[in-house]
């Protein structure tokens, strides 16, 4: 991250200084546009400059805006005419007082520059332009080009250096404002998110508009934050989960226990005396000491599969001749409960890796739960399909269903379809196995259930070539 901040620091340097430079190239452009434009207005109050052979089409418009005025003299220096206002009285000028204007003037009130012109008539005249010093404030003289110029340059400079400040500093406070809106900010929402995550608020998430660079931050926090969201969820769920599995599993444990010890006492006090009914008493307590057996290998498996250090070897193995040797067992059993058994497997090799053993266990809890909970006349179909990549093991039957609010959890812990949980001596835990055998398969259970219809599909990977 830091890499990247450094990176955006330095593309705005750039901008701001690209940014800068152009500032600069536009006010030197102004500067001398102003120059130019200054120089032809102070060229225009010179006599050389407006001088005509018909002295009264002079244009002397720039003259009058300083205040100065143009007179015109024949060859005895008498003023013969005049164009704007005149400030001095003079009508005549003798040769010196002529002369003093141009080689004396610190004394003057005026500038005076001179031109001499002929007439169509073959006259020869005087041209004479005075503007006042205190219309142009900086002395200089009209026949010294160069010193006209600086004059001009350092006024127009001055100006130009002011707006060049002005400009910086709207610059400067632009690119703050910018970098502030795009990096401090963001930055600092960062920070506040990291802390909020920190303690442990996992639901945070940030949304800020910012460089790309700075919005794969946000993006990578976004994923990371609904990470530990979602690991929080699915630990509240376990521990839920585990808490609710306790109870059930007390409950479990306690009807059979409460069974068995209620009929031992009632054979070690003789209240049961008769031969068939010792017998009977003794067949009961059998069968629920299975039921805790069944229950405890059920919940020892269980522990097995959720341990990550679980010991697990796959086998590449025809799951076509594994299928239907497992149905053959089931045979009697659907003959016997008068189901209907139906499969359609390959007769060809379907090869995948599988641990026979466990992946044995978790179709066989599927099947019984069909045997279990259906009613004689349901049919059960079994069918193994492949594709590419993958095989799919179909177990579905007709029966009775599974209710709509039991879809998402069944295959939670201690979850039947039949609410009685001492009627039937399973422990509630067949689907649970049957989802974690299959996910350490790498594969997965998914079940499609209607009103008439239980339809469990397994997928699992096939070996790759």
């Known amino acids: 991250m830091k890499n990247k901040v450094l990176y955006i620091l330095i593309k705005n340097y750039v901008i701001f200084a690209l940014a800068i430079g152009f500032t600069v190239i536009i006010l030197f452009i102004f500067l001398m546009y102003q120059t130019e434009k200054q120089l032809g207005e102070l060229n225009n109050l010179k006599a050389s400059e407006v001088v005509r052979e018909n002295f009264k089409t002079i244009n002397s418009e720039s003259i009058e805006s300083f205040g100065g005025w143009v007179e015109i003299l024949n060859e005895n220096l008498q003023v013969i005419y ?29 500038y005076s520059s001179v031109a001499t012109f ?24 009209f026949s010294d080009k160069n010193e006209e110029y600086v004059y001009v340059f350092y006024k127009i400079l001055l100006s130009t250096i002011v707006l060049f400040f002005v400009f910086f500093s709207m610059n400067v406070y632009i690119f703050s404002r910018q970098i502030a809106r795009k990096i401090t900010r963001p930055l600092d929402k960062l920070a506040t998110g990291f802390e909020e995550i920190a303690s442990g608020k996992y639901d945070k998430r940030l949304n800020y508009e910012t460089y790309f660079e700075l919005m ?41 226990i409460t069974t068995v010890q209620g009929y031992v006492e009632a054979l070690q006090l003789g209240i049961i005396t008769e031969k068939g009914e010792r017998e009977r008493t003794l067949n009961v307590i059998y069968n629920k000491i299975r039921i805790i057996a069944v229950l405890t290998e ?19 193995t025809d799951v076509s001749e594994f299928i239907r040797q497992l149905l053959v067992e089931y045979y009697d059993l659907f003959q016997a409960k008068r ?40 049919t059960v179909f079994v069918s193994l399909i492949e594709d590419e990549s993958k095989v799919y093991i179909n177990i579905i039957d007709n029966g009775i269903g599974i209710p709509e609010d039991m879809k998402q959890s069944i295959f939670d812990a201690f979850v039947r379809v039949d609410d009685s949980r001492e009627n039937n001596g399973g422990s509630g835990l067949g689907l649970t196995i049957a989802k974690h055998i299959v996910e350490k398969h790498g594969g997965s259970i998914h079940l499609d259930s209607t009103k008439k219809k239980t339809h469990f599909c397994i997928s699992l990977p096939k070996c790759s070539v």
């Open 82 to 110: 005049t164009k704007g206002e005149k400030k001095d009285k003079l009508l005549s000028y003798s040769q010196r007082e002529f002369t003093t204007l141009f080689f004396d003037n610190d004394q003057l009130p005026y």
């Open 118 to 141: 002929v007439t169509k008539k073959g006259e020869t005249l005087y041209c004479l332009v005075k503007v006042p010093k205190k219309a142009i404030k900086y002395e200089y003289t």
């Open 216 to 256: 794969q931050i946000q993006h990578s926090f976004n994923v990371m934050s609904e990470k530990l969201d979602k690991i929080e969820k699915e630990k509240k769920r376990l521990e839920e989960t585990k808490q609710k599995m306790l109870v059930d599993l007390s409950h479990d444990l306690r009807t059979p």
């Open 298 to 316: 059920d919940i020892f498996e269980l522990s097995k599969l959720e341990h990550s250090d679980y010991p697990f070897e796959v086998h590449p």
């Open 339 to 378: 189901l209907i058994l139906q499969y359609q497997i390959p007769s060809k090799e379907v090869i995948a890796p599988i641990n026979n053993r466990l992946l044995y266990r978790a179709i066989s809890n599927i099947i019984s739960n069909a045997l279990q909970y259906n009613t004689a006349g349901t």
